[in-house]
T-cell receptor, first 112, second 116 residues
Framework: QKEVEQDPGPLSVPEGAIVSLNCTYSNSAFQYFMWYRQYSRKGPELLMYTYSSGNKEDGRFTAQVDKSSKYISLFIRDSQPSDSATYLC????????????FGAGTRLFVKA | GAVVSQHPSWVICKSGTSVKIECRSLDFQATTMFWYRQFPKQSLMLMAT?????????EQGVEKDKFLINHASLTLSTLTVTSAHPEDSSFYIC????????????FGPGTRLTVL
């Protein structure tokens, strides 16, 4: 079993739809949870960062962490074609030099 | 946010040659940097953790003699692919966390290596 499981998709939605992306994990020591967006042939860019359980909202993006279920989500409201990218969940036990474990990434296509 | 650069962004080399990839933190000091490789449509695979002033820590299955890592300063880490072969062709990405900060990584733009 992988430490982090993420459905690779692809996920195709119409413009304006609400997108739900999810990851599950097995390591209960994970404390930091991140979502990265990666465009083709580019390095990932940090989208959202959450410590421990709870919700965090930033514009059209909402990140949720449920540590009791070992389940994290990223919601994108009013999706745009420019949101088309691969979204990677990531998590870590600690700060600084701790390894970050990535999910496989979900490819999202938002159709105009 | 913090900026990490990589050079070159794209390199083609002949089989058997060595290629050096540089990773620089432009506006912060990075005592630790991470090197990943990514195959098409796959996720990031951690290769090694680069520590300033000490030896790198390699992940299981990564040949340390083939992928030489040097972290000589707080803003520069280099990855040298020695005696490259076509199976080494991949997208190599470095990242660095902010020292003492939260856990998020700041990634470089990546280097695409093609070995003929």
């Amino acid at each position: 079993q992988k430490e982090v499981e993420q459905d690779p998709g692809p996920l195709s939605v119409p413009e304006g739809a609400i997108v739900s992306l999810n990851c599950t994990y097995s390591n209960s020591a994970f404390q930091y949870f991140m979502w990265y967006r990666q465009y083709s042939r580019k390095g990932p860019e940090l989208l959202m960062y959450t410590y421990s359980s709870g919700n965090k909202e930033d514009g059209r993006f909402t990140a949720q962490v449920d540590k009791s279920s070992k389940y994290i989500s990223l919601f994108i409201r009013d999706s745009q074609p420019s949101d088309s990218a691969t979204y990677l969940c990531a998590m870590s036990e600690g700060t600084g030099g701790f390894k970050t474990i990535f999910g496989a990434g979900t490819r999202l296509f938002v159709k105009a | 946010g913090a900026v990490v650069s990589q050079h070159p962004s794209w390199v083609i080399c002949k089989s058997g040659t060595s290629v050096k990839i540089e990773c620089r933190s432009l506006d912060f000091q990075a005592t630790t940097m991470f090197w990943y490789r990514q195959f098409p449509k796959q996720s990031l695979m951690l290769m090694a953790t680069s520590n300033e002033g000490s030896k790198a820590t390699y992940e299981q299955g990564v040949e340390k003699d083939k992928f030489l890592i040097n972290h000589a300063s707080l803003t520069l880490s280099t990855l040298t692919v020695t005696s490259a072969h076509p199976e080494d062709s991949s997208f190599y990405i470095c990242s660095a966390p902010l020292a003492g900060g939260p856990s998020e990584q700041f990634f470089g733009p990546g280097t695409r290596l093609t070995v003929l």
